[in-house]
């Protein structure tokens, strides 16, 4: 989030309901106890080996606390049914909720759980973002409001607002990393109408966690495309989208105004309803646009609760694992047309040539080390020995792989015969192999 490159890009699998399903409880059943959200967000860290992961993703517990009524359901949060602004109560009526109202409290005491659990991992606290939140207590009302009465609006966001910093103080105190402002209705509206009516709003939650030594992330779903410039102007330290809008497009635009930037699995044709297979390659394409400097991996959303468990173990396998990259990377590369090398001149009648066949030594360490122990292997023997690495990063390095017939990363291929594949031999086994092969040249 501060924008240093990382040697691993992190994994932020946003689990809300899904962990209820992981414990085999209903929504209802999980997202009204503390003692379940507990339980449910460890099974979620034992299974999928995250950097981060949120306490609650409820985006109606504000709301709740301010009155609004809930549908409960057994495979979704709750969902908002009335609005108190609708129904004959005026903003004046409304007071900021403590701590102590509704399940707010219930979320600040998971917090504090996990918190002493799990010390060193990324916490984060999800608040209603305040436009978000101010369609819960006014409607959809609220859409033309803005053009036929902008300052009740604007009363209206400034309560919104102050209920957003009483939660992310909440949430900080109680030992969360990271507040998070779930703000997907931002997505609705033009960016002219966001400079006007929430710009000014978040940047002030924003400021108020900096002030607080926490760190932020501006959450948007739907295609928010045309708002994320003026969703950076506003100073998350994070933004985090969802598939609808192309990540290259949010990289690029993020970085220009110095925000890091997450998401964007595809949450339903891919995780919720594709296989182990496709999940992973959606990941790597995530991860290959997003790089290693403030990219956080993460789904577009909250998980559906059915997502199956073996694709997000299947994403989380993939990120701790930079050998099965290369290899997914190279079987991508199988599907395309790959034109081979010509390796005609490339071996010599007196010399052994090994090639190595790596995803990257200077990121990739199980590489590294198979680099080094063939240069270790190979001094004693000077010139007699040639050796290269080949980087399947490159598009030389692919088409090595394939001209050699190699499958998995790293390998070692001597004189066109592969010999050692992906783990590292002792320097005295590759001596002996390189010797072999020299006998026979004489």
């Known amino acids: 989030m501060n924008l240093e490159e990382v040697e691993r890009i992190p994994w932020v699998p946003f689990v809300g309901a899904h962990a209820g399903k992981l414990l085999g409880l209903t929504a209802t059943e999980y997202l009204q106890s503390t003692e379940k959200i507990v339980e449910g967000v460890n099974k979620a860290i034992e299974l999928y080996n995250p950097d981060g992961i949120p306490v609650v993703f409820d985006l109606q517990i504000e709301a709740e606390a301010l009155g609004c009524k809930l549908a409960w359901a ?17 903003i004046e009526d409304l007071k ?12 600040m005491d998971a917090t504090r759980q996990l918190r002493d659990q799990h010390p060193d991992m990324a916490l984060y606290g999800l608040i209603t973002g305040p436009f978000t939140l101010a369609l819960h207590l006014l409607g959809t009302d609220i859409f033309m409001q803005m053009m036929t009465e902008p300052d009740e609006v604007h009363k209206l966001m400034r309560f919104t607002t102050d209920v957003a910093k009483i939660m992310a103080g909440n949430y900080i105190e109680a030992g969360a990393d990271v507040i998070a402002v779930v703000d997907p209705m931002t997505s609705q509206i033009d960016p002219m109408s966001f400079e006007t009516f929430v710009s000014p709003y978040v940047k002030e939650v924003f400021d108020f966690v900096r002030e607080c030594d926490a760190l932020s992330s501006f959450f948007v779903c739907g295609n928010a495309q045309q708002n994320i410039e003026v969703m950076c102007k506003t100073g998350p330290d994070n933004l985090s989208i969802d598939e609808n809008i192309p990540l290259d497009f949010v990289r690029d635009m993020a970085l220009k105004h110095n925000v890091s930037f997450g998401g964007n699995i595809k949450l339903t044709v891919v995780l919720l309803m594709g296989d182990e297979d496709a999940s992973r390659r959606d990941a790597l394409e995530c991860m290959d646009i997003g790089g290693k400097k403030g990219f956080i991996l993460a789904p577009g959303c909250d998980l559906a609760m059915d997502t199956p468990v073996e694709n997000i173990v299947a994403v989380s396998e993939l990120v701790h694992d930079e050998i099965l990259q290369g290899e997914l990377r190279a079987s991508e590369a199988k599907g395309m047309e790959v034109e081979l090398l010509d390796l005609a001149g490339h071996w010599d009648n007196e010399k052994v040539i090994i090639d190595i066949i790596t995803l990257d030594s200077s990121s990739c360490a199980p590489c590294q080390y198979m680099v080094d122990a063939v240069a270790r292997a190979a001094e004693p023997f000077g010139d ?3 050796y290269k690495e080949h980087r399947i ?3 030389e390095g692919v088409q090595m792989m394939a001209s050699l017939g190699v499958q998995n990363l790293p390998t070692i291929v001597i004189d066109g015969n592969i010999d050692f594949i992906s783990q590292i031999p002792p320097i005295s086994e590759i001596k002996s192999k390189i010797e072999g092969y020299l006998t026979f040249k004489n």
């Open 393 to 395: 990063k490159e598009m």
């Open 384 to 386: 007699k020995v040639v």
């Open 96 to 107: 900021v909720p403590c701590a102590c109202k509704a399940r707010i409290p219930m979320a």
């Open 74 to 90: 057994d495979d979704n949060p709750p969902a908002v049914v009335s609005h108190p602004l609708k129904e004959g109560k005026n």
